[in-house]
């Protein structure tokens, strides 16, 4: 992503080194770490994803994985890998080429519970820039993909809200949770930030007009607020004709959520 946004070449295979990638990941640098991190590209390897998912416009509906191969470029002395080689799968390569990658905090790999990064995950996507992002307990159980019985989800979530209110150690966001409902809170920013360059686009006096045509129901002023958050969230360059770009936004909003 840093070399696309510096308008530099990318390949779809990937050469780095293994320590720097356990040091990145907060991982034990020993042979233990080394052993876990081999595991872990075997796991990539093998795992299929089928999924829906639209990418740059072009809908994803077959089974892949996240990686093509691997292959361990240079070992030391002791047999651990030092220069590691990776093909990203086409999905993946995909949707960075069309900078839909969100970063993460790096905080985020010190986080222990696989609760815990899945609850960062989607606060992450849903909330961003935005000051705060709400979600049902339900809601949430079910974008986490757990099966605990709803008393155990409850009880696991209320931990680490109370841990996160005691220490801040969810990154980039605070929890609170009551009623069943669950708040995200951005701790980075007090409002929306947006670049000098997002912020000078002018859109056609016709185009709130024309926005409401498409997302009927949706206040508009909101949609382009949201539409100027998700081209700085994603680094997405000035779009040449801002006002057809806009008005595609709240027709694709407007598809996937319905009306209000």
Known sequence: ????????????????????????????????????????????????????????????????????????????????????????????????????????????????????????????????????WKIGLPRLQEKCGSASTMKEFRRLVQKIVQEDNEFDHMPDYALSFEDDMVTFTNRRTAEPVISPALSKIRLDPDAYHDARTVAPGWDVCVLEQEW????HEYDVEPPRNPTKAFIGFCRKHAEKRGKP
């Open 228 to 231: 100027r958050q998700w081209m």
């Open 1 to 132: 992503m840093a070399a696309l946004n510096e308008e530099r070449e990318v390949s779809q295979t990937v050469r780095f080194k293994a320590y720097d990638l356990l040091s990145a990941t907060n991982r034990g640098k020993d042979g233990r770490g080394y052993e876990q991190l081999h595991a872990a590209f075997e796991c990539l390897k093998g795992t299929v994803i089928t999924t829906n998912i639209t990418t740059g416009d072009t809908e994803v509906m077959d089974g892949f994985g996240l990686i093509d191969h691997f292959r361990i470029v240079r070992e030391t002395r002791e047999g651990r890998m030092q220069e590691v080689e990776i093909k990203l799968s086409d999905w993946v390569f995909n949707a960075i080429q069309h900078k839909e990658v969100l970063t993460l905090h790096r905080d985020y790999f010190r986080l222990r519970k696989p609760l815990e990064r899945r609850i960062y995950e989607l606060g992450r996507k849903h909330c961003g820039m935005k000051l705060s």
